[in-house]
């Protein structure tokens, strides 16, 4: 399903500031990836007062989409949509289910919707929206937030060295790209032992880390599996 795919997640992180509701790639591909989508013929709102009392008038209001986010669902009215076509309805529900922040982005949205996964990227350029999401300073730092390319060349791998809470590291999520974190708890492990206490002249002095992965989440890893960042200066001098 296009709305559930991996290029669709990643379109629209490039249609608005997900940063600013601390909302990275992964956040959006889960919340699309959850929600169902089902065509009536009509659908019809109702207006009810207190008791239960059904007040709606004899010919009722008929709308495009209905949004049911408890229960993860968006209902296109199929009478409805004909009027301004499927994917430019469910292009409004859409972002009115990931709060309504794509503003005029939502035609883009559509164009993206009508394309195959792998052709969304050409589609969208098509329309202007460029393939690659402008950097945004402001995510510096920011559990979940892509890697600035202003970082990339400080990194480096010191898994022996000593973590501190709230230090700002690097790591590698499930799809390979490289994003921020912040460290929880941090416990050294005995030298010689490694992470499962057994006896490795290989492994000495790791840490075991609890890595704030994104904003309300953590994850346990071993010092071997971040990276820190490097000062400016030593940079320079490199």
């Given at each position: ?116 996964p792998p052709e969304m990227e050409r589609a969208l350029l098509q329309v202007g929206v460029r393939a690659q999401p402008a950097e945004r ?102």
């Amino acid at each position: 399903h296009r709305l559930h795919s991996e290029q669709l997640a990643r379109a629209v992180t490039w249609m608005f500031d997900a940063g600013q509701d601390g909302l990275t790639e992964m956040d959006i591909k889960q919340r699309l990836g959850a929600v169902e989508v089902q065509v009536a013929r009509r659908l019809r709102t109702r207006l009810y007062l207190k008791g239960d009392v059904d007040v709606t008038a004899w010919d009722g209001r008929e709308v495009v989409f209905l949004v049911e986010e408890g229960k993860r669902r968006i209902l296109l009215s199929e009478e409805q949509s004909a009027a301004v076509g499927l994917e430019q309805a469910l292009a409004l529900a859409v972002n009115q289910y990931l709060g309504g922040h794509l503003g005029a982005s939502v035609l883009a949205l559509a164009v993206a919707l009508r394309a195959d996964p792998p052709e969304m990227e050409r589609a969208l350029l098509q329309v202007g929206v460029r393939a690659q999401p402008a950097e945004r300073p402001g995510t510096r730092g920011m559990p979940g937030a892509e890697l600035l390319s202003v970082d990339r060349e400080r990194l480096s791998v010191q898994p022996q060295r000593r973590f501190l809470a709230s230090e700002v590291i690097a790591f590698r999520d499930d799809g390979g790209l490289l994003r921020y974190g912040t460290v929880a708890e941090a416990s050294q492990v005995a030298g010689g032992n490694d992470i499962d206490g057994r006896s490795s002249e290989n492994s000495p002095g790791l840490s075991r880390l609890v890595v704030r992965t994104k904003k309300g989440e953590v994850k346990s890893m071993v010092s071997s599996q971040v990276m820190v960042f490097k000062p400016t200066t030593q940079v320079r001098a490199a």
